[in-house]
């Protein structure tokens, strides 16, 4: 991906998508942000609020090496209670 081509409202949302503010930034520091952030390789949606939360967190453990979600001590299926986006 090419930063330095890309317009400010795509470094922008690129950024924001990534849970990085962009508040009063420049192109040029917009650019080196993104140039700095693209060799992360950071989750899209970070805070996870446009993912379904049982979804996401039984991916997450998944792509950790825990398959069985049972098998973890005090685990429920009940997610009712995590905090979702405003």
């Known amino acids: 991906m090419d930063c330095a081509?890309?317009?400010v409202t795509d470094l922008k949302e690129y950024l924001r998508l990534r849970g990085i503010g962009v508040t009063n930034m420049k192109r040029n520091e917009l650019v080196r942000l993104?140039?700095?952030v693209e060799g992360?390789?950071?989750p899209l949606d970070p805070d996870m609020c446009?993912?379904?939360v049982t979804n996401t967190v039984a991916e997450l453990l998944k792509s950790n090496g825990?398959?069985?979600m049972s098998s973890l001590q005090g685990f429920?299926?009940?997610l009712?209670?995590?905090r979702m986006c405003d």
């Open 5 to 7: 081509s890309m317009k």
């Open 34 to 36: 993104c140039t700095a």
């Open 40 to 42: 992360l390789n950071l």
């Open 50 to 52: 446009t993912d379904r």
């Open 66 to 68: 825990i398959d069985n």
């Open 76 to 78: 429920t299926k009940d």
């Open 80 to 82: 009712s209670n995590i």
